[in-house]
């Protein structure tokens, strides 16, 4: 039977199982919003602004494991999807962009709204499309929908032309993809497998860092029968939060910029790391140069690119880190590492990362951590980007799978409000705490609408220190206090709350935390409380910028640095 | 690190806009393409590509593997050190006299060269070779005077019956294995 383009696109959707679609219309998407009633499985959520729509898919994705959908007309629709769409392709997160173009006779003119997004989307997508006719459109969303979720997964983005929404064609659905040039590699090679279990065998020293790789491939259950089997100790990178449980008795926290004191350590001494769907991030790695200087590595992802691209890798394992673990595990000798943990254990003890200092003012440690305590973990935290996404990292145990959803790679301030509507919205019966700083939520604070017409019930804590907390720490600690244009006049967010018909709370003191936080998680829909905190908290430990992990700058002791 | 002159061939979908998905991943990693040659292949909807371009091993390497993840890049594969036949055309158009015009044919004769068009005060000479070969017959017409010069690029195959760049069939699922290395012939042919 013959379908309309909008139809076809509507019909694919519903074949790939998408539930929910973010997004904006627009002239060039206009006959699809037309169409889009004829399809009531699929749900619409407007959004406020493009870069929102983009958020939300990316945060549905990382919560559900499945693409995120968004839609944007042509020209500023289009490019207002493109920081929304760089974020996921840095944290590998499987969104399908869909933008309008401009009829395509006027495909080259300069017309009214057109931009080509194709090009500029080049290098932030896993791949793009710009659809020239109907009849490919089947094909293109199938195709789509297989690469961004498939293999290290990705944004990709489809362009099509208004007038091919109304072109008729013949709707068949293909039942697979034919892609010469994309065949993901998914079982690691058994030599390497082996060389890896004959080093892990070996070890003294072994220390585990895994990544977001694992939380994609949903290998928990291997990962934590690697660590249990081998005794080795787990640590995280900064998106691997919440691919192993952070109480458990194996766990050490995470490495990096603003890891724990000890996890750096671990690392740093380590005779062979055991790297696990990760890719050696600068702020995960410190200077690189001197970083794991006396370790042996196994790298297993299963992107090729990444083995090798940062630090030097001795057995490669290219492959689904599911995969890869299970073959792995059966090779691993059971072992004890006393003296090692006992080592680490005491590098804990010297180096406390984690304590909140004794203090009568509200410190931003010590909202995150209540949160924790009256959620008793059981949550999915989505933070900004800065301060709060440390002290978030830092200060609440994640032991559900996959429960803190970050900007990683591109340090998105503004993910946080649209990235928790995704995530609510995805895994609708989680709590979910949006947790934001004053300055990155005013960013996308108009996504509050959505949240009021939708009643999405995100559950929004505002860090607020009245100013851009990470940049203003960076000019006290390397730019001698000098604190230019990071201090900010901010609005009074319960009004703004009200205004959008949320409840809100201001809290300025300890004392009213808990409470706040109760009230919030009792009532049924979307609550925002604003926490003034103490201004000039740190985030520490921190590693100074071109410094090997060792050389964290820690909490100065017993009070807080020099005022 | 030591740069070194890199020799890269890739078959890859004949799509729009593929050469741009090729070439910007060179430009983000500040590399300058030498050449670059595309054409036709033996199969219908592929491409080929001969790239050059200078770098260190690592970094040539890295760009090589990204370049392999772009999704209408069927293949890729550094044959640097490969034992190849390489080549390159130039069409060369330089000034000439009557009394310039027999040493210059003379010269193009050497060179197994051709002169394609001929007007009273200039010839067209077209040669192909390694670019060494066509560098020194240009340096050698310099001294009557050059009006233009095009040159292709180099393109480049692997001697032997089975090369990097062939693929499987499509839909045939096998695991990969390494194609086996080029046989040297008993007697290369002279390159010109």
New interface residues.
């Given amino acids: 039977m013959k379908k309309t383009g909008a139809q076809i696109l509507c019909e694919s959707l519903c074949r790939e199982g998408v539930e929910v679609i973010f997004g904006f219309p627009g002239g060039a998407v206009l006959p699809l919003y037309d169409t889009l009633p004829q399809y009531p499985k699929i749900r619409h959520i407007l959004v406020r602004h493009e870069q929102g729509a983009a958020h939300a898919a990316d945060g549905y994705a990382r919560a559900t494991g499945k693409a995120g959908v968004c839609l944007a007309t042509s020209g500023p629709g289009a490019t207002n999807l493109v920081t929304g769409i760089a974020n996921a392709c840095l944290d590998s997160s499987p969104v399908v962009a869909i933008t309008g173009q401009v009829a395509r006779s006027f495909i080259g003119k300069d017309a009214f709204q057109e931009i080509d997004i ?2 500029i989307t ?2 932030i997508t ?2 793009n499309y ?1 659809v020239l006719d109907a009849k490919e459109l089947a094909k293109v969303v199938k195709e789509a929908f297989y ?1 961004a979720q498939t293999g290290r997964p990705g944004p990709v983005l489809i362009d099509i032309p208004r007038d091919v929404f109304q072109q008729e064609a013949e709707f068949v659905y293909p039942d697979k993809v ?5 065949k993901p590699t998914l079982f690691g090679h058994p030599t390497q497998i082996k060389r890896a279990a004959e080093m892990i065998n070996a070890a003294e020293r072994p220390v585990i860092i895994a990544g977001r790789g694992v939380i994609i491939s949903k290998a928990f259950a291997e990962l934590r029968e690697l660590a249990e089997k081998a005794q080795i100790p787990v640590i995280t990178t900064l998106l691997g939060i919440g691919c192993f449980p952070e109480t458990h008795v194996l766990s050490f926290g995470w490495l990096g910029m603003h890891g724990m004191a000890y996890a750096n350590r671990a690392v740093h001494n380590a005779d062979v790391i055991v790297a696990i769907g990760m890719r050696f991030d600068d702020r995960a790695t410190g200077v690189v140069s001197s970083f794991a200087p006396q370790a042996r590595i196994v790298h297993i992802d299963i ?3 990444e083995i ?2 940062n630090v030097r890798v001795d057995v490669p394992i290219v492959g689904d880190v599911k995969n890869v673990l299970e073959a792995l595990n059966q090779q691993i000798v059971p072992r004890e590492h006393l003296d090692w943990f006992n080592q680490v254990d005491k590098w804990r003890d010297e180096h406390p990362a984690l304590l909140i200092r004794e203090s009568e003012a509200l410190l931003p440690q010590y909202v995150i951590r209540q949160i924790y305590e009256v959620t008793q973990g059981d949550a999915i935290v989505v933070t900004g980007v800065g301060q709060n996404q440390m002290w978030s990292a830092q200060f609440f145990f994640y032991d559900k799978p996959n429960s803190l959803i970050s900007s990683g790679g591109l340090g998105t301030m503004g993910f946080e409000l649209p990235g928790a509507i995704g995530a609510k919205v995805g895994r609708p019966d989680e709590t979910v705490w949006c947790v934001a700083g004053d300055g990155g939520f005013q960013m996308t604070i108009q996504e509050l609408a959505t949240i009021a017409q939708e009643n999405i019930a995100v559950k929004i804590a505002i860090i607020n220190n009245g100013c851009l907390g990470m940049v203003r720490q960076w000019q006290q600690l390397f730019y001698e206090r000098r604190y230019v244009h990071t201090l900010l006049s901010g609005p009074d967010f319960i009004k703004i709350a009200e205004a959008y018909r949320i409840p809100a709370l201001r809290v300025t003191d300890k004392k009213l935390v808990v409470s706040a936080i109760e009230k919030a998680m009792d009532h049924e829909g979307p609550f925002l409380i604003d926490f003034v905190v103490e201004p000039e908290e740190n985030v520490f430990p921190i590693v100074p910028p071109g410094a090997a992990l060792v050389q964290a700058i820690e909490m100065p002791k017993p009070e807080k640095v020099k005022p | 690190m030591a740069t070194t002159k890199h020799t890269l061939v890739a078959l ?2 004949d799509r ?2 593929v050469l ?2 090729v070439s ?1 991943l060179f430009r ?1 990693r500040n590399f300058n393409i030498e050449s670059i040659a595309v054409g036709h292949t033996e199969q219908p909807n592929l491409s080929r590509m001969t790239i050059i371009v200078e770098g260190d091993d ?1 970094k040539v ?2 760009v090589r ?2 370049l ?8 890729i594969v550094d044959i640097t050190s490969d034992d190849k036949v390489a080549r390159e055309l130039a069409l060369v158009k330089v000034k000439s006299t009557a009394s310039t015009r027999s040493e210059i044919i003379q010269i193009v004769d050497i060179f197994r060269a051709n002169i394609v068009d001929v007007s009273s005060d200039s010839l067209m000479v077209e040669v192909t070779g390694d670019e060494e070969k066509v560098g020194s017959l240009v340096d050698l017409l310099r001294g009557f005077g050059i009006r233009e010069i095009a040159r292709t690029g180099r393109i480049a195959l692997t001697r032997g019956a089975v090369g990097p760049l062939q ?1 499987e069939e ?2 045939e699922v096998k695991v990969p294995k390494q194609p086996p290395k080029p046989p040297l012939e008993a007697e290369s042919p002279p390159d010109w």
């Avoid at chain 1, 034919?178 to 994309?182: A, Q, V």
């Avoid at chain 2, 392999?68 to 293949?75: C, E, H, M, N, Q």
């Fill in positions: 194709t090009g080049l290098p896993k791949h710009l690469i034919n892609l010469p040039g994309y992107d090729p690119a090798g691209k | 890859v979908e729009p806009g741009n998905r910007s983000r690592a390497e890295q593997k990204q392999d993840k772009v999704v209408d890049v069927v293949k693929v499509p839909r």
